[in-house]
């Protein structure tokens, strides 16, 4: 195997360890631990799908004036 495959192969492999506490947790019980940085000021918590928004998303969406 290259170490070109080789690298590609490791970067998934940490890649999907990675991802267990999100893939492997239910949804009811990320809601139950959430963390809302916006009220509460702290990092702490699961962020949920869509929490996060883009930079690019407020740069190109209206501003009110």
Do not use: C
Request: glycine share 4%; net charge positive.
């Amino acid at each position: 195997m290259s170490p070109r495959l080789q690298h590609m192969k490791n970067n998934e492999r940490v890649f999907d360890i990675a991802d267990l506490p999100f893939a492997q947790v239910p949804e009811e019980e990320k809601r139950l631990f959430a963390g809302d940085i916006k009220k509460t000021g702290s990092y702490r918590g699961y962020k949920l799908r869509n929490y996060w928004v883009s930079s690019l998303d407020l740069v190109l969406s209206p501003q009110p004036l």
